[in-house]
């Protein structure tokens, strides 16, 4: 999926899939990013309810692109409202995304960045990084 083109001697720039591309600087050592080489794992989280059919369209979406989610489900445990309310910013829409610790958003903003040509970025190497 990654397409990879020297610039310079310190930088990469990444392409993924169509024409979306990224650009990563080699560290110190002359090593790429852990997260192009595959030696990274980012973490995905989902706050989901059973009935909901944007929750599964978002897990469906995402384990397509090879994440595993966790998910947590608002229904078996009211004790995570206040935990989601907060990790949110007060949003009570499901699902609720964090990749990597990151509030990206719900179902409709997950589909956006994969339109955009991002999701697989932010899965490989988090939503902090130049995606």
Not at 6 to 17: A, K
Not at 30 to 59: F, H, Q
């Amino acid at each position: 999926m990654f397409k990879f083109r020297y610039i310079l001697s310190s930088l990469f720039v990444v392409t993924i899939l169509a024409g979306s591309s990224f650009y990563f600087f080699k560290d110190q050592t002359g090593k790429l990013p852990d997260c192009l080489t595959g030696n990274s794992s980012i973490s995905v989280e989902m706050y989901s309810l059973p009935n909901c059919p944007y929750c599964r369209y978002a897990k469906t979406l995402l384990t397509q692109k090879g994440a595993e989610v966790k998910i947590f489900d608002l229904s078996q445990n009211p004790n995570l409202r206040k935990d989601f309310l907060e990790r949110t910013g007060g949003k009570t829409s499901v699902p609720q995304i964090f990749i990597g610790g990151q509030h990206v958003g719900d179902y409709s903003r997950l589909k956006a960045l994969d339109r955009e040509g991002k999701l697989e970025c932010y899965l490989k190497c988090g939503v902090s990084k130049s995606c």
